[in-house]
T-cell receptor, first 110, second 115 residues
Framework: DAKTTQPPSMDCAEGRAANLPCNHS???????VYWYRQIHSQGPQYIIH???NNETNEMASLIITEDRKSSTLILPHATLRDTAVYYC???????????FGAGTILRVKS | GAVVSQHPSRVICKSGTSVKIECRSL??????MFWYRQFPKKSLMLMAT?????????EQGVEKDKFLINHASLTLSTLTVTSAHPEDSSFYIC???????????FGNGTRLTVT
């Protein structure tokens, strides 16, 4: 699986958009970008995933660059409850294991 | 949908004893489940892949005789930490997917403390 690089931490003001970057320059053509988050002392929560098109769901938007070497997870209106560690993972889709990196600690502040 | 349940959520045991952790897929069948462990302020580390009806596949460095995995049905996988030591104290998390078109979902983890 391709490795990902994320900033170790970020701060965001409550109510503002949180933009979390991820670099995955060695991603292969059939690998997807997954985003999970982990709130303290809980299991990871699935957020969104995509291959090359931008994706949006009720939680977030995923913007993948045209060359697929990087992506950005966007939480449109961050709340205090969005404070968590966010993991960007690159993996083959379906049935494959997910290998977690260090992630980004997002702190949403009032 | 796609709920994964772990039990117990917390367990304290004495050194030398064995502890079993259950992982259940509540509303779907899972032919494959994954077991992770997580130390404080660290990321999740994949331990093994649990396959229904066959032997688990362990990641490099994970002792298969230490961490026994049984996946006897399509909704249940168990991880048994045998002869536990204080260094086995960790947060153990399982995950599973409902079908090939769904992402991996995780349980809420089991906090193991070995005294």
């Amino acid at each position: 699986d391709a490795k990902t690089t994320q900033p170790p931490s970020m701060d965001c003001a409550e109510g503002r958009a949180a933009n979390l970057p991820c670099n995955h320059s060695t991603i292969s053509g059939n690998e997807y970008v997954y985003w999970y988050r982990q709130i303290h002392s809980q299991g990871p929560q699935y957020i969104i995933h995509g291959l090359k098109n931008n994706e949006t769901n009720e939680m977030a938007s995923l913007i993948i660059t045209e060359d697929r070497k990087s992506s950005t997870l966007i939480l449109p209106h961050a709340t205090l409850r969005d404070t968590a560690v966010y993991y960007c993972i690159v993996s083959l889709e379906y049935g494959n294991k997910l290998v977690f990196g260090a992630g980004t600690i997002l702190r949403v502040k009032s | 949908g796609a709920v994964v349940s772990q039990h117990p959520s917390r367990v304290i045991c004495k050194s030398g004893t064995s502890v079993k952790i259950e992982c259940r897929s509540l509303d779907f069948q899972a032919t494959t489940m994954f077991w992770y462990r997580q130390f404080p302020k660290k990321s999740l580390m994949l331990m093994a892949t649990s396959n229904e009806g066959s032997k688990a596949t362990y990641e490099q460095g994970v002792e298969k005789d230490k961490f026994l995995i049984n996946h006897a049905s399509l909704t249940l996988s168990t991880l048994t930490v045998t002869s536990a030591h204080p260094e086995d104290s960790s947060f153990y998390i399982c995950s599973a997917r409902g079908n090939l078109n769904s992402p991996l979902h995780f349980g809420n983890g089991t906090r193991l403390t070995v005294t």
